[in-house]
């Protein structure tokens, strides 16, 4: 059961035209005609609301590590803003900066990076605790009670272990619970089960689940994978070069997929089925280079119904139903595919 | 009242495991043996040398007790051409080879980390200065440098000191700074950060106890270098006449005609305990290496 | 029936560690027939890498074949020696690590690193190995006009179809593939299998592909292995190790993989608890300590591996039993361990 409903009135992250550039190479590298600037992120835009659960989709090079670091403030954006219960977080200093880090916790990849290998359990999770100023006595406490929350059986037992001494679903839900320690607003999730066996993956999902479902809390679910942001995203954002393609409901994308590089995507995903379509994908071959993105649309080298507007013009987020859609195709004057 | 969040080791504690000595080298355990010999001759100096290594010595028969060869007259190495006792300036010493090395070496490892740290971690603008800095310090060449500094200052065992401080910080600082950069983009930094630890809790907690082993690394190395450069400063002529080092000896042995005279027993030892203190320290070194870098194999 | 292209029969493979010895794979048993692409999956640690690695003689330092059989065209090469199994390598049996396309030697050419194999394995002259190099990079499916280039050049994907290329450069009979797109984005990896299909079906090859992923084992696999814990849990064909599962922890790992095309709501369930420390391992069925289904006899003795349908071999105490434990295996409950 939800603690709240999701649709109540302000959102509680706005995320608007959001960019992240990096300088790269030198002069040598711009006389050879290479690009010196790689937009890991170009212009993304959206709304999160409180309660909702958000899967952040694309492959490999399309920004959406570098938005998730974005909304946690470990990169700086060089362009757009981001907005956090009203208050802009982008240009957040000193102790503003801390009280937001309480509300805003970050759920690693790998967990045996996530976690410093000297410190022992308890002194990892005693970490945020005293920076948010808990007194000592109460810090065995809440770190007994996160470790409750994640489903680890008999807590006290792991609190003067170190991180090797535990299996890779421990840690991260270790790393879960530290995240969840402060009681933040929302999570951001960055492919949290991808370094786990597939038979540990299950179990640690569905501790996310049921702990975002109590605590109401907020996420965002980064992932390459779009079964996993099937099982715990009702809504999906589709990134490809640092823009957003499609936003909408996930079954919605999963089931009628709109924009030509979701439909590639959801065609693509493998399911453990044998009878399965061997179909080529709707996709050109070639992989998406941040340094130097197609013009106009960023996917138009590799869509294949590509028209002259393509190259002339960057496609603006469209509504279209209960989605919303960058593609020239979906615009009033063109019909679809 | 103990923390009971926190069930750590004390710092001194932490600090010597940090150290982790490589103690299953059998190179390195040899070195660490030398050193404690010469630490206990350092210290203990007072009560092991015979005589003021200074002092002018004379025989029973008021002659002077000058190019006394080893066993006569009770001396255990004989004496210099003033009449000096050379095994109690040989003890004497290592007081301030010691006392010179240790203190480079920590200047050295010091400020180096420091740089190496905070270039590392912060990166931007602090970075770019600290590198240009010691990419002049890299230019530099060292022993003359110090002469000169002698040049200006008086002439005085610190000056070794001060020009190791003032220079050859850079080497330790770039291999420092390229360990942080790597440490710095662990997911436990990240996490530090996201769970709103400051940066310089970040670089104490995290970061400095896993450059430690390094910062000790290229301390043991400076020692040798310092007694090395001391030793060369004062046999060219321009240490410290007030304190008898290993390297005085040898220019006061070189002046007096020591190898014409054939009086090896002057000019032997201490370059001798030259030569093993600093073997012991890239002994050290080496097996340090062996713990840091364990691929590279033997 | 002809003569499966390769027949691993009983293999063991030990790793020295410390003082002792571990059994990464303790009697592992199956075929591969000619033509045919096979799956190897498992979880981490389950020995389908070192399987994979025994077949063609190239493992770590510290570990050894410590019995059965390799029949590669009737011929046992698990202990012939090197030189012999060298001739081999390349030319009959060829390997794709994982991560191969990471191996590449960032220094050269991949057209000379193909060179390096057409040439100094395969004996041809220049003119020879250039029309084979372009041959591979047509067969692959990159552009011969890249063949100068260096490895940091391509993408990933490109960079393990390169590595591809070199497998198949002395039309090998049977090709072992690592893990050849577990670190791909999913498009790519889809092109990739594509690939290795047609490229299968084309030669007439056999491909050992080794996966963690059972979607990838549906996707392109026409015989299935499962591993646990350094023995075979089941093998068949795909479709029935897939659809109708003999061993619980096939049907366990079922639970686990997500499908697009199921229902929304469907609940993933995990195996609770991990495989055994190999350096220990249990008495009896390996997978018993973490199986619902498990009963005293499961504990006492290792289940043989058994025929009960034909070409589908499932080594469980319980097999004939298979369709009650896998009506119960679907439900949520059974997976459940009590707190």
């Keep these: 059961m939800r603690a709240s409903n999701p649709q109540t009135a302000e959102p509680l992250v706005s995320v608007r035209d959001v960019q992240l550039h990096y300088r790269v190479g030198g002069v040598f590298s711009a006389m050879r005609g290479r690009s010196s600037v790689v937009k890991a992120v170009d ?21 959406k590590t570098s938005m998730g670091r974005l909304l946690l403030k470990l990169e700086e954006a060089t362009g757009g803003e981001i ?87 421990q840690l991260q839900r270790v790393v879960m619970a530290r995240a969840l320690i402060l009681e933040p607003d929302f999570v951001v999730a960055d492919e949290p089960v991808s370094m786990l066996d597939v038979s540990v993956r299950a179990g640690v999902l569905n501790v996310f689940r049921d702990v975002r479902d109590r605590l109401g809390l907020t996420a965002i679910y980064i992932s390459h994978d779009l079964a996993l942001v099937r099982y715990v995203c009702e809504r999906t954002i589709v990134m490809y070069l640092g823009k957003v393609m499609e936003d909408g409901p996930t079954e919605d994308i999963v089931r009628e997929p709109l924009h030509p590089y979701t439909k590639a995507l959801v065609a693509a995903v493998p399911v453990p089925q044998p009878d399965q379509s061997h179909a080529p994908l709707p996709i050109g071959r070639g992989a998406p280079d941040p340094r130097n993105p197609p013009s106009g649309c960023v ?39 | 009242m103990p923390d009971l969040a926190i069930a750590r080791p004390g710092l001194p504690v932490r600090l010597f495991r940090s150290l982790r000595l490589p103690l299953n080298d059998r190179f390195a355990v040899f070195g660490l043996a030398i050193y404690a010999i010469f630490v206990i001759a350092a210290l203990f100096a007072d009560q092991i040398a015979p005589y003021d290594p200074t002092e002018i010595l004379y025989t029973e028969d008021y002659d002077l007790a000058a190019d006394l060869r080893p066993g006569e007259e009770g001396f255990l190495l004989g004496t210099t051409s003033l009449g000096r006792d050379i095994f109690s300036q040989l003890i004497y ?33 602090v970075d770019a200065v600290f590198m240009r800095l010691a990419d002049i310090a890299f230019g530099i060449p060292f022993l003359p440098f110090v002469i000169v500094l002698a040049a200006f200052l008086e002439p005085s065992i610190w000056n070794v000191v001060l020009a190791m401080a003032l220079v050859l910080w850079r080497d330790t600082g770039r291999v420092i700074r ?62 410290d006449p007030d304190s008898i080092s290993w390297g005085y000896m040898l220019q006061d042995a070189f002046a007096s005609q020591a190898l014409a005279k054939q009086a090896y027993y002057w000019f032997v030892p201490p370059g001798l305990c030259i030569i093993l203190v600093v073997a012991a320290g890239f002994f050290i070194t080496r097996g340090y290496e062996n713990i840091l870098f364990p691929k590279l194999g033997r | 029936m002809t003569e499966p292209l390769l027949s691993v029969r009983n293999l063991k493979v030990s790793y020295a560690v410390g003082g002792g010895a571990i059994d990464a794979v303790d009697g592992a048993s199956f075929d591969v027939p000619r033509g045919s692409i096979l799956g190897l999956v498992g979880e981490s640690g389950c020995g389908k890498t070192t399987v994979a690695r025994a077949i063609t003689r190239v493992i770590a330092d510290n570990a050894s074949i410590t019995g059965g059989e390799i029949v590669f065209e009737g011929r046992d090469i698990a202990a012939i ?79 393990q179809r390169v590595a591809i290329a070199l497998a198949l450069a002395l039309n090998p009979k049977l090709v072992i593939a690592d893990e050849p797109v577990t670190a791909l984005d999913v498009i790519v990896q889809r092109q990739i299998l594509d690939q290795l299909r047609a490229l299968q079906t084309m030669l007439g090859i056999s491909v050992i592909l080794v996966t963690h992923d059972i979607s990838v084992v549906a996707y392109i696999c026409d015989r299935t292995v499962v591993m646990y814990a350094g023995r075979i849990a089941e093998e068949g064909p795909m479709e029935a190790v897939l659809t109708r599962p003999m061993h619980p922890y096939t049907m366990g790992l079922r639970n686990a ?51 009960l349908v034909p070409g589908h071999r499932v080594a469980c105490h319980r097999a004939d039993e298979a369709p009650v434990l896998r009506e119960l295996a679907a439900k949520t409950e059974t997976w459940l361990v009590p707190a």
């Design chain 3, 257 to 307: 993989f997500p499908d697009l095309n199921g229902a929304a709501s469907g609940i993933l369930t995990p195996i609770e608890g991990a495989p055994p420390n190999l350096a220990s391992p249990p008495q009896g069925c390996r997978f018993a300590p973490r199986c619902p289904f498990a009963l005293e006899v499961c504990t006492k003795g290792q289940p043989p591996l058994r025929e």
């Design chain 1, 83 to 169: 907005v956090f219960a009203g208050e802009p977080v982008t240009g957040l200093k000193g102790a503003a900066l801390k009280r937001y880090r309480a509300k805003a916790q970050l759920i690693f990849q790998n967990p045996f990076d996530a976690v410093n290998s000297r410190f022992t359990i308890r002194a990892a999770l005693s970490e945020p605790l005293e920076n948010a100023g808990i007194p000592a006595a109460e810090r065995e406490g809440r770190i007994v009670k996160a470790l409750e929350l994640v489903r680890l059986p008999q807590p006290q037992q792991f609190l003067d272990r170190y991180p090797h001494q535990l299996s890779g679903g």
């Design chain 2, 178 to 239: 390229s360990q942080v950069l790597t440490l710095r983009s662990r997911g436990y930094v990240d996490a530090a950060r996201v769970a709103g630890s400051s940066d310089l809790k970040i670089i104490l907690r995290h970061i400095a106890p896993n450059i430690l082993p390094l910062s000790f690394l290229y301390g043991s190395i400076a020692i040798g270098w310092a007694i090395l450069t001391e030793a060369s400063i004062s046999f060219l002529g321009f240490g």
């Design chain 3, 81 to 159: 020696p090197e030189r012999q199994m060298n001739a081999l390598r390349w030319r009959d049996i060829a390997f794709i690590p994982q991560s191969a396309m990471n191996s590449l030697d960032p220094v050269y050419t991949v057209e000379s690193q193909l060179h390096e194999v057409l040439r100094r394995r395969g004996g041809m002259d220049r003119r020879a190995a250039q029309a084979r190099a372009q041959e591979l990079f047509e067969m692959v499916g990159i552009e011969t006009n890249r063949l100068r280039d260096y490895p940091h050049q391509f993408s990933g994907g490109m960079r």
């Design chain 2, 93 to 125: 010493g290592t007081r301030s080879a010691l006392l010179i090395g240790i203190t480079a070496a920590f200047m050295v490892a010091l400020i180096g980390s420091i740089v190496g740290l905070v270039s590392g971690y912060f990166g931007g603008w």
């Design chain 1, 43 to 63: 212009g993304v835009s959206f709304e999160i609301r409180r309660g909702e659960s958000v899967g952040l989709l694309g492959e490999s090079g399309c920004g």
């Design chain 1, 299 to 337: 996917f138009r080298d590799r869509c294949p119904y590509a028209f002259e507007r393509c190259p002339r013009e960057v496609p603006r987020l469209r509504r279209v139903g209960t989605r919303q859609v960058a593609c020239h195709l979906f615009d009033d004057t063109t019909e679809r595919p």
